[in-house]
């Protein structure tokens, strides 16, 4: 299977999100999109920070639960240390040997991935689909993929998707206002931070 990847904390997931992950089965025939929810790092492993993580990995399920080709993914949610992309995409590579990665990421990411961890590692496990920023030009955004590619040998696409200003520090600071979330979330999603009253209080 050709499978896309979709990291990040989704604390909440939003609709940029799932566009991103829609435009990304469509354009390059994907099969699936893993939905990968970030755990915490050790140091703030409290009864809290659990109980946040289980509230985003919710969030995530109630979002993509009438997409058939949408997967929630607990991979990096259950390990017991800080996850880091490189030794995610290296285990699925070993676990499914048979199926293909395509891992979904910004532009922002695109131009910052050599400050990641043993980024170099990533490279030979996936394919990069770089989504396009309006705001970054596509010469540049053409410049960055050939350099990564010439010097890392990265496989990289460009994923041309509707730019959303939509982010989740955004979401949070209008839930702790008592604000609408609605056409930023799916109902679904806002329903449950009404119900669960969450963001009112700062998550340690």
Request: aromatic share 12%; hydrophobic share 40%; with cysteine.
């Amino acid at each position: 299977m050709k499978i896309g990847i979709m990291g990040g904390t989704f604390d909440p997931i939003h609709i940029g999100h799932l566009l991103l992950g829609e435009f990304a089965y469509e354009d390059f025939g994907l099969d699936e999109i893993w939905f990968l929810p970030n755990g915490n790092p050790p140091h703030k492993d409290t009864e809290e920070t659990k109980k946040a993580l289980r509230h985003r990995v919710n969030m995530v399920k109630l979002s993509i639960a009438d997409v058939s080709y949408f997967r929630l993914n607990l991979y990096e949610a259950e390990v017991d240390h800080h996850s880091y992309t490189y030794q995610t995409m290296q285990e699925f590579n070993r676990l499914y040997p048979d199926d293909s990665f395509y891992f979904i990421l910004g532009a922002d990411s695109l131009f910052s991935i050599e400050q990641w961890m043993y980024f170099r590692e990533i490279f030979p496990t996936c394919t990069i689909l770089a989504a396009m920023r309006d705001d970054k030009d596509a010469e540049e955004m053409r410049r960055q993929m050939r350099y990564l590619k010439e010097k890392y040998g990265a496989r990289i696409e460009l994923l041309q998707a509707p730019l959303l200003e939509i982010s989740s520090t955004t979401l949070r600071e209008r839930a702790a206002r008592g604000l609408s979330l609605r056409y930023m979330v799916p109902d679904t999603v806002a329903e449950y931070i009404r119900e669960n009253r969450l963001y009112e209080t700062p998550v340690i």
